[in-house]
């Protein structure tokens, strides 16, 4: 008698668990479904359509795909190559240094230099502005007549109108805004890392740059790994930089595959939103498959 | 325990007012009774000139008062298919493009005026600029009223004119001779002849100096043609003689500098000109010919349309057009944007005559010299020419890939076109 009583007691008392545990996840839950399952879902069924956002989306199959990978002689077939391999070049270059750049900024910070507080925040405020006030900021460095660059280095060079110029000043542009958010996680990390390892490896007279390789980046490869696969997905999406400081120019060469999505939803002509949610899908696809590998080869052995 | 059920009532809360905000956002574009919800993409210095004649007219006590919803043109445009096809929320009275109005209409997105216009006998083809009401009627039924035209021209420096091209601009038509024999003998000083700006109005402007047009059929491009390489190719050869601006060059810069005589741009650029040391003027675009009859000055413009609703009432469409009369005659504050009202009323007033941009409408010649491109794909020209405009005149491109490509990616947008099949 007593024994069933109590079973109820605590069968209700795992219920109303269940539902408090729901409810605290549920805001997250919510926002998740809205702005990102929803979205996706739709987005790849409108894939799988020809719509011009007025008329009901008609049902194409697979043609928009076949379109994009095999139909050599179509616009939308060459946009996505340019688009795509753009875009991974971008990668390349810029992941790299958004990696390696706040890194050093932490690991000198980490010192605690004179007025170190003043610098981090220096370091930091980039990230807090919006792309297109930075690129109206450094499209001023980069002008040819008037900018510091030229003036300073006593050149012509039309930064954003030629090659290699223009992925360099990209690139410069991203990293300089995207310094703060992996250098605030690489202070954190380091703050972390106990004094002692470092007095030992001083005992066994080693020398700064041992300690860096031996001690420090192997006690915070976590942080590296996940700043790696975040940043990698962040750049994946440039848009805001290739699109007002270059224009995708010159002659496509900075045209990345998002300017071409966007243009061909939301362009000024007659919407291809098909088209452009197959390239999404695409972009997205790739960017699962890039960030899987980077994963195997990163993750801490244990 | 305690704890517990007050976290659990605040997670709801949340939960709760998550779902109420998003209620909220959708509706808040819906209009009262008594008001015209108006939607317009002015949100740039415009829009306050917009705001100041929506707040007089409102002063006016009208029947039914005007709400002013400006939105960011791209967010805007994004808009009107899904509140449209909705059916709830869509406003009153919109703010569009000329070069839309055909794409919205093939659709049946758009209510035409003709019953209307009857008992507004003053809003007619008589007291407007044609090039601007013409476009808005579409297969017999008028399904626009024009606010304004705004067309490209070449602002210029008045003292650099005077010291390089004295004469020139005599008959207010600058032509690329001109402009090139200027340009020539300014080199020496460092001085720039003219600067190479949005490509799409300058080459649409000399594509159609050369014979040229967008379409034939309205449906086809035609843009693979001699006049399409002929305006490309006078850009570059200008460029390459050094007359022009270089690449990578801030025109507007180099103009408020003094280094620059002829600077083509549209006349809603004027109020970044207020800072210049120097007396400006504005004039015709660079022309191939002297003679005003052959002139063309790209335009576009603002056009008043109203979107499918069935929950517009009569009372309110009345209410629309009190305030479309009502500007038909009370446009100064929009001509002072730097804009040109496209009603001819404003003509009478001579605080407008003093305006620079008031030399596109003075006489109905110069207004014929006006010319909207409102092919229904002028996007996708657009589109092209914005990104491979540059390059060919900067010598990155070949004119033959320019138009060819021009040709096919426009052609193959316009196969994606559902409404065509």
């Excluded at chain 1, 942080?223 to 496509?252: D, E, K, R, S």
């Excluded at chain 2, 108006?38 to 917009?50: I, K």
């Excluded at chain 2, 029947?63 to 919803?69: A, G």
């Excluded at chain 2, 002072?336 to 404003?346: F, M, R, S, Y």
């Amino acid at each position: 008698m007593i024994t069933s009583m109590e079973k109820t007691k605590t069968a209700k008392k795992s219920t109303t668990k269940e539902w408090s545990a729901w409810l605290f996840v549920a805001p997250h839950l919510i926002i998740f479904a809205i702005f990102f399952l929803i979205p996706v879902v739709f987005g790849i069924y409108i894939s799988f359509t020809d719509w011009d956002l007025f008329n009901a989306p008609t049902f194409v199959g697979l043609d928009n795909y076949k379109e994009l990978f095999f139909n050599v002689d179509s616009t939308f077939y060459t946009q996505l190559r340019t688009g795509l391999t753009n875009t991974f070049i971008f990668v390349l270059c810029a992941v790299p240094f958004c990696i390696i750049v706040p890194l050093l900024l932490a690991a000198a910070l980490n010192t605690k230099p004179f007025l170190s507080k003043v610098f981090q925040s220096i370091f930091y405020m980039p990230s807090l502005f919006a792309i297109s006030a930075i690129v109206i900021i450094w499209t001023l460095v980069f002008n040819v007549n008037y900018g510091p660059i030229n003036s300073i280095f006593n050149t012509s060079t039309p930064w954003t109108g030629t090659q290699p110029y223009a992925w360099i000043a990209l690139v410069v542009v991203t990293v300089w805004w995207t310094i703060g958010g992996n250098m605030i996680i690489y202070q954190a990390a380091l703050n972390g890392i106990p004094k002692d390892y470092y007095e030992a490896a001083d005992i066994d007279g080693a020398t700064a740059v041992q300690k860096f390789f031996k001690i420090t980046l192997p006690s915070i490869r976590g942080q590296i790994l996940y700043t790696v696969v975040m940043t990698t997905i962040a750049q994946f999406n440039v848009y805001g930089q290739p699109l007002m400081l270059t224009g995708g120019g010159p002659n496509n060469s900075t045209r990345v595959l998002l300017m071409y999505i966007q243009q061909n939803a939301f362009g000024s002509g007659q919407s291809i939103a098909g088209i452009a949610s197959a390239m999404a899908v695409i972009l997205g696809v790739c960017i699962m498959i890039v960030s899987a590998i980077q994963f195997k080869f990163l993750r801490v052995k244990r | 325990m305690k704890a517990n059920k007050m976290a659990k009532w605040l997670m709801m809360g949340v939960c709760a007012g998550l779902l109420v905000g998003c209620g909220n956002s959708s509706s808040s574009s819906g209009s009262s009774k008594n008001e015209i919800t108006f939607w317009n993409p002015f949100t740039g210095a415009d829009g306050s000139n917009m705001v100041a004649m929506i707040d007089a007219y409102n002063k006016t006590d009208p029947e039914y008062k005007i709400k002013n919803v400006s939105l960011k043109e791209g967010d805007m445009y994004a808009k009107i298919p899904t509140v449209v096809n909705s059916g709830k929320n869509i406003p009153d009275l919109t703010i569009v493009h000329a070069e839309r109005i055909k794409q919205y209409n093939d659709n049946g997105m758009l209510e035409s005026y003709d019953d209307l216009l009857g008992d507004y006998e003053n809003i007619n083809a008589d007291n407007y600029v044609a090039e601007a009401w013409n476009l808005g009627e579409l297969d017999g039924s008028r399904y626009s009223v024009p606010l304004d035209i705004h067309s490209w021209g070449t602002y210029y420096n008045k003292d650099l004119v005077e010291k390089y091209a004295p004469g020139a601009l005599d008959d207010n038509i600058l032509t690329f001779d001109e402009i090139k024999a200027a340009g020539e003998k300014a080199a020496a000083d460092d001085v720039r002849g003219m600067a190479v700006t949005w490509v799409k109005p300058n080459f649409l402007s000399l594509m159609k100096q050369y014979g040229g047009a967008l379409t034939e059929d309205g449906t086809e491009p035609t843009l693979d043609t001699q006049a399409s390489k002929d305006a490309i190719g006078l850009w570059k050869e200008m460029y390459d003689e050094g007359v022009t601006t270089k690449d990578g060059e801030d025109p507007t810069q180099l103009f408020l500098a003094g280094k620059l005589i002829f600077f083509p741009e549209g006349i809603w650029l004027q109020n970044n000109l207020k800072d210049a040391e120097f007396e400006w003027g504005l004039t015709n675009s660079p022309q191939l010919s002297d003679d005003l009859n052959e002139t063309v000055n790209w335009a576009s413009s603002h056009q008043f349309v109203r979107f499918n609703s069935e929950e517009r009432t009569d009372e309110k469409e009345k209410g629309i057009m009190d305030f479309l009369e009502w500007l038909r005659t009370n446009s100064l504050e929009w001509a002072k944007a730097g804009q040109n009202p496209a009603t001819l009323d404003i003509l009478n007033d001579e605080e407008y005559q003093e305006m620079p941009q008031s030399i596109f409408i003075s006489t109905p010649e110069q207004q014929a010299t006006l010319s909207i491109f409102d092919y229904k794909y002028n996007g996708y020209v657009a589109e092209y020419l914005d990104a491979h405009g540059f390059d060919t005149i900067f010598g990155k491109q070949e004119i033959d890939d320019f138009t060819s490509g021009m040709q096919k990616e426009v052609a193959d947008k316009i196969a994606k076109d559902s409404s065509n099949k």
